[in-house]
């Protein structure tokens, strides 16, 4: 078992930044391959971005390409997320996600495919 806490969230001016960060208990991180989902009230939980194990590899929703960067520090058991040039349309829970997998296929994107999950962090957005 894997348990992870996201933190970072907050209240931010559109245009600003904030940085999400997943800690991992239980388990060595650096055998999960770890994603960011959100979820804004009354829609579906989105995906947002995704690296492998290593970081070998990250693949980003295209609606927040070159905006947002997620990367891993695998000796701190950590996963973040750097999200910039925040727009009011970004306001949402955030949420982390784990699998114990080495696969690089497109069920990376999907929620299904992730065995581990996060309480949530909120963003929100001001115009």
Partial sequence: QVRLVESGGGLVQTG?????????????????????????PGKER????????????????DSVEGLFTISRNNAENTVYLQMNSLKPEDTAVYFCAAKESSSHTTDVYTSKWYDYWGQGTQVTVSS
Avoid: E, N, P
């Fill in 46 to 61: 989105d995906f947002v971005a995704a690296i492998s194990r290593s970081g070998g590899w990250t693949h980003y929703a």
């Fill in 16 to 40: 600003g930044s904030l940085r999400l960060s997943c800690v991992a208990s239980g388990r060595t991180l650096s055998s999960f391959a770890v994603a960011w989902f959100r979820q804004a």
